[in-house]
């Protein structure tokens, strides 16, 4: 199905930086693209966003309803690749943009699917800018992962989380980026205690400000507290939600070192053995973190405990964290 067929469209701003196309699943775009083709020389930031979060219950044909190759020709001078939950999506489309799209500076796919990086060699060699690479719940193969060269590339920011890649393989990518800023690498079976403890041997964390390993059942906390204590007071931000075992006794040690982070990510809505100290925890948080901006607790609140004290660990997070902006409790 046409959208339209755009005839009496006779001009387009021709000035435009952003772009953003929200694709449905049936409707072609191709008759606006063409009228549109010579206007959008440069754009700078484009999102194409896709129907990913219907969750289709059954398969249905996939109709490529965009045609990137087309539209990467007429975009050279993008810098921000925005690729959310397009079905069609693959290797091919990022391998296009990239020959194309020099300047290119921000990649991301989250949840494209079809995408399994076969052509991240290519892509990393080509984009000799890219800083940011997003790549969340896509079918990123070991293989493909680490036949790139990513010794050599500019990644500052890389979010690998809901994938099946491999330890060895994870081990060797967080071996080799050099500059690694933040790193997001949560529901990743294969991250366990031997990949953070090649990471922190390797010395590549030292520029780390972001560290999000959410669900990471695989990584125990004594390992985990062995990295924090070593490059936690750099941290700007912590995520160790979603696992059972990293309770508020790990916190209570690591938060004193924390002392530069300004988001903090904490708890499971797993039903616990043991119980949350509310107030302890507070306490510590208030103490030890002030440039604290974002708090969020995600035990079940069946597993949180109060005490007397807790209005006054309240009032110590409420007084020391000046900084605060997000309180979130669920």
């Known amino acids: ?20 196309i929200c694709l449905s699943e049936v409707i072609f775009m191709e008759g606006f693209m063409r009228k549109i ?24 044909e996939i109709y490529e309803v965009i045609n990137v190759h087309k539209l990467k020709s007429a975009t050279p001078n993008l810098r921000v690749i925005n690729l959310y939950g397009i079905n069609f999506i693959d290797d091919s489309h990022i391998d296009a943009f990239s020959s194309n799209c020099i300047q290119l500076e921000c990649l991301a796919v989250n ?15 080509r984009s000799k800018q890219l800083k940011c690479l997003l790549m969340n719940g896509t079918d990123l193969k070991s293989e493909y992962v680490m ?8 990644v500052q920011e890389l979010d690998i989380s809901g994938t099946d890649l491999s330890t060895e393989c994870l081990i060797d990518l967080l071996t080799r980026i050099p500059s690694l800023r933040f790193i997001s690498a949560g529901q990743i079976n294969g991250f366990n205690d031997s990949v953070l403890k090649a990471w922190a041997e390797s010395g590549n964390p030292k520029t780390l400000v972001a560290l999000d390993i959410d669900s990471s059942d695989n990584i ?7 990295f924090i204590t070593r490059y936690g007071a750099q941290l700007q931000a912590c995520v160790l939600s979603g696992m059972t075992h990293i309770t508020d006794q790990l916190w209570m040690t690591i938060l004193p070192i924390l002392v530069n982070v300004k988001i903090i990510v904490m708890g499971t809505t797993e039903r616990l053995i043991g119980n949350i100290h509310v107030d302890q925890l507070m306490d510590t948080i208030g103490s030890s973190c002030p440039a604290l901006e974002r708090l969020e607790l995600r035990w079940d609140p069946e597993n949180l405990r109060f005490s007397d004290k807790s209005q ?3 009032d110590m997070l409420r007084v020391k964290c000046l900084k605060l902006r997000c309180l979130v409790l669920r």
């Open 312 to 314: 006054k660990a309240i």
């Open 111 to 125: 949840y494209c699917s079809k995408v399994t990086g076969s052509t991240l060699k290519p892509l990393l060699a």
């Open 220 to 226: 125990s906390d004594e390992a985990l507290g062995r």
């Open 147 to 154: 036949q790139a060269e990513w010794d050599k590339c500019s």
């Open 1 to 20: 199905m046409q959208l339209h067929d755009f005839s009496e469209m006779q001009a387009f701003p021709a000035k435009l930086r952003y772009m953003c």
């Open 37 to 60: 083709y010579n206007f959008i020389n440069g754009l700078e930031v484009l999102h194409l966003i896709g129907t990913y979060e219907k969750g289709e219950e059954e398969e249905e």
